[in-house]
């Protein structure tokens, strides 16, 4: 909490911001803002690929009784084809951010990018995931999230497995696309699934 508590005594509310699902082939980016409660910071929080399943979903339910503020956005794979990965994720970070019921003062975001038009100052952090535990609690958030958005997938289509693999490019996924073609969940502009919509027609 070293980079929040610098804030901190200067009288500013901090969030940390996150992301989850940039590099699969289909399902949403989704983005999480978190101000964590100081007085009842959740014990365990890191890097969400660092933590076991059981525990991201232990520390889910932890940051929400916490008493922290989680604002939680997605970009679906038509906001992804409108505005490419980058744009859509970063817009998702900056609707995150607005959707906290606190109005944070300083926002601290993985990465090497800050979203334009933030309510309040952006500072990117690379592998911020592991040197803020705001941004590590958005982490939680937003992968746990995304992950529960795959079950809802999973039971759209489920002949592609993606309870399994989360929409990355496994064999299983490539094998399945090809046997049946893009699903409504597929980002179609992505260049495997691009190449496969450009055979079907």
Do not use: W
Not at 75 to 103: C, F, K, W, Y
Request: glycine share 8%; proline share 5%.
């Amino acid at each position: 909490m070293s980079l929040e508590e610098s804030f901190h005594a200067q009288g500013k509310i901090v969030c940390g911001v996150d992301e989850a699902g940039r590099g699969p082939l289909a399902g949403p980016v989704v983005t999480a803002a978190v101000i964590l409660n100081s007085a009842n910071v959740p014990i365990g929080l890191n890097d969400s690929k660092k933590l076991t399943e059981k525990a991201r979903d232990r520390l889910y339910d932890e940051i929400f009784q916490s008493g922290a503020f989680v604002g939680i956005a997605s970009a679906p794979p038509e906001m992804i084809a409108a505005h490419n990965i980058r744009g859509a994720t970063l817009l998702a970070m900056r609707r995150a951010v607005e959707a906290l019921a606190q109005s944070p003062d300083v926002a601290l975001i993985d990465g090497r990018d800050v979203p334009p038009n933030l309510p309040c100052a952006g500072h990117s952090l690379i592998k911020g995931d592991s040197r803020s535990l705001s941004i590590a609690a958005a982490s939680i958030i937003a992968k746990v999230t995304r992950d529960r958005a795959c079950e809802i997938m999973e039971r759209d289509a489920p002949h592609f497995g993606f309870l399994k693999h989360k929409g990355y490019g496994t064999k299983q996924h490539l094998t399945a696309l090809l046997d049946h073609g893009a699903c409504d969940h597929h980002r179609k502009d992505f260049k495997p699934i691009a190449e496969i919509v450009a055979k079907e027609k």
